[in-house]
């Protein structure tokens, strides 16, 4: 939690209202009440119809025992029960822990005992032993969750956390991420006014709509604060999206950098252009996007590019809707919030003149203090005045613009998703063949980055394949886009002064490869 002096200021200068996140579909504002919020294929759901069911699921949970401050991981994909399920449990005060749709058994299990979760709410029936003592709640009967709203208790506070989202994290499984309504209301309200959202915005949710990125930069939930409309994909691809943003005359939507790649192609390859002129904004985020890709969006796809820049711990920048190309292109943006503190550091956390790489150090009203029941790892990740390690290298403009450079942490980041290499190395570590092994960054022109795994065989024994690899990580329900993309088999690792594993030199015998 913030500090009593960080909190009462920032109540004092209006981040923080007192407002929690159930309100936003409130039918209380009635100019929404009727306007509709979602669109799930051929359903349409309006606010008031959103809102009466969250409350009835609400107190239908409420009857199976879930309480505030209780745990239950979410699992859902983009349908319109998610948002029934997460405003049901924001009115409870439960805390939803948002897990993502490729998540398999190791990561649910992880999730649901960590955080001794009540409940698991989900689409897939053969990940319910992974849940433990947890309720098995599958999405098709989320209907007969029902009960009467009049007994509801009391709401939560304002200062409560909301909910834990997953940390991209370099160390082993994801930390969890605690956000109170307070601190991710304000990120939300101020990313609509930033990004132009209005009543008359149409959303289409292209990525997982878990990911904090579509969540709230502006977001599914910034529509919802301003009363527009959420349309949502079940896949990214061309051939799914194209059609819904002509159909429901779509004005923003969010992709990651392969995703925005994929779709500049598509239309510059059509033949029968599709009918993208509703579009107005497509925002790029997850990954640092090439400068030659984000000057293809306006001649392209005809709209404006923003590029965003955050993180689900807090600190979130974007490039303005009337900054000029050089921002708009070569940036990845600028803070919220006056009051987000930016330190950009070198190695022994010494400032940086601006225009030089260093690590970036933040705080403010809507960035942690600390991961949920992580103490250790907290002494580590923040400083002793507060301020978060975010991992990344950037350098600073003199405008305050933020250009991202890479990551000092030793995290992969495939596409926009982000794998912690030693979560994949302890899972290779069991393998009988494998004596010991180091993953790390392969740059690619797609995605980004992938993974390359190398190993060391034990004595006597042949070295696992790539094939062999991925069967083994599926089986022990390791997450698709954690699988390693290469595997390079060596005789020992090369080692740093003190004796460790020089991840360094691993990733230049690639890039010499490469060559």
């Known amino acids: 939690m913030w500090p009593d002096d960080f909190a009462a200021r920032y109540r004092a200068r209006g981040y923080w209202t007192g407002q929690t996140l159930d309100h936003l579909v409130d039918p209380a504002r009635s100019s929404f009440a009727s306007r509709v919020a979602v669109v799930d294929g051929d359903r349409r759901i309006t606010y008031r119809q959103l809102f009466d069911r969250a409350q009835r699921l609400a107190a239908g949970l409420h009857a ?6 209780d745990r239950v991981v979410v699992q859902l994909p983009n349908v319109a029960e998610y948002f029934e399920v997460i405003f049901a449990l924001f009115r409870l005060g439960a805390l939803p822990v948002f897990a993502l749709p490729a998540h398999r058994s190791s990561e649910i299990g992880y999730f649901c005992s960590h955080t001794a979760a009540v409940a698991f709410i989900t689409e897939h029936a053969e990940l319910a032993p992974a849940a433990g003592d947890a309720r098995v709640i599958l999405v098709g009967d989320l209907a007969g969750v029902d009960g009467d709203p009049s007994v509801l208790p009391a709401g ?18 994801p930390k969890l991420i605690p956000r109170t309504h307070d601190d991710y209301l304000y990120s939300v309200r101020e990313s609509a006014t930033i990004c132009g959202l209005t009543p008359d915005s149409v959303y289409l949710t292209a990525l997982p709509v878990a990911h904090n990125f579509t969540m709230s930069s502006p977001g599914v939930l910034g529509v919802l604060h301003t009363g527009g ?6 896949r990214p691809d061309p051939a799914t999206v194209f059609p819904l943003i002509e159909r429901e005359r779509v004005t923003i939507t969010a992709v990651v950098p392969p995703l925005a790649h994929l779709w500049l192609d598509a239309v510059a390859g059509a033949a029968e252009k599709p009918d993208l002129s509703s579009l107005d904004v497509l925002q790029v985020g997850g990954a640092k996007l090439a400068d030659a890709v984000a000057a293809r969006v306006r001649p392209v796809l005809g709209c404006q590019l923003q590029q965003v820049f955050g993180m689900a711990e807090g600190l979130v920048n974007y490039t303005r809707l009337d900054d000029p190309d050089d921002v708009v292109l070569h940036t990845q943006g600028r803070p919220i919030s006056p009051d987000d503190e930016v330190l950009i550091v070198d190695d022994d956390d010494r400032p940086v003149p601006d225009g030089t790489v260093g690590h970036l150090l933040t705080r403010g009203p809507y ?12 002494r580590t990740a923040f400083t002793g005045e507060g301020f978060y390690r975010t991992g990344d290298l950037v350098r600073r403009r003199p405008d305050g613009y933020l250009v991202v450079e890479g990551r000092a942490k030793d995290q992969i980041n495939r596409g926009g998703e982000k794998i912690a290499a030693e979560e994949v190395e302890n899972h290779l570590l069991t393998h009988p063949a494998v004596h010991d092994v180091a993953v790390v960054a392969v740059p690619d022109p797609y995605l980004g980055e ?8 034990r004595d006597g024994t042949a070295a696992p394949k790539l094939s062999e690899v991925r069967t083994y990580l599926r089986e022990r329900g390791l997450a698709a886009y954690k699988i390693p993309d290469r595997v390079r088999v060596l005789d020992a690792f090369p080692v740093t002064g003190v004796g460790k594993v020089s991840r360094r030199e691993l990733r230049a015998a690639l890039r010499a490869t490469a060559s």
């Open 64 to 69: 199976q025992g879930v309480r505030a401050g």
């Open 156 to 173: 939560p506070q304002s200062s409560d956390v909301a909910f834990l989202q997953l940390s991209g994290g370099s160390t082993g499984l």
């Open 229 to 234: 409309r959420i349309v949502l994909a079940p």
């Open 367 to 378: 960035t942690i203090r600390g991961y949920w029941n992580a103490e250790e790892h907290n």
């Open 450 to 457: 992938r993974t390359c795994a190398f190993v060391v065989a």
